[in-house]
C-alpha cells in the first residue's frame, strides 16, 4: 500500500490499539475506548502541523471505532470501512 500511495504524498500512519496486535495491555471494549485512543492519534497528527487532511481505514475493532470517532470529528475526510460491525452490544453479547 506505501509504495502506492508515496509518489501521490500521501502519509500512512499505523497503530495497534491496546490489547491488540503488538500493543501491550489485556483488554479491549471492542471500539468504545478505543475512540479514545484513536483521538489522541489524530491530535498528534495534527500537532504536527505536517498533516493537512485525515482519512481513516479500518477493519473490524479498527473500522466501528473509526465510526464513533468520526461522528465526533468532522473534520475526518473520508473512511474506508472494512467489515464494521454494526452493534456494540450485540457483539458483546456474542462474545
Known amino acids: ?21 503488538l500493543s ?6 471492542l471500539g468504545w475506548h478505543e475512540r ?3 483521538a489522541v492519534c489524530m491530535h498528534f497528527l495534527r500537532a504536527t502541523g505536517r498533516v ?16 464513533l470517532h468520526a461522528d465526533r470529528d468532522p473534520t475526518i475526510a473520508g473512511l474506508v470501512l472494512d467489515s464494521p460491525f454494526t452493534s456494540l452490544k450485540l457483539v458483546a453479547e456474542e462474545l
Open 24 to 29: 501491550e495491555g489485556e483488554y479491549i471494549s
Open 36 to 38: 479514545d485512543d484513536l
Open 52 to 67: 493537512s487532511t485525515i482519512a481513516l481505514w479500518g477493519r473490524s475493532m479498527g473500522a466501528f471505532t473509526a465510526l
Open 1 to 21: 500500500l506505501v509504495p502506492l500511495l508515496m509518489p501521490l504524498s500521501i502519509s500512512v500512519f499505523c497503530f495497534d490499539f491496546s490489547g491488540c496486535g
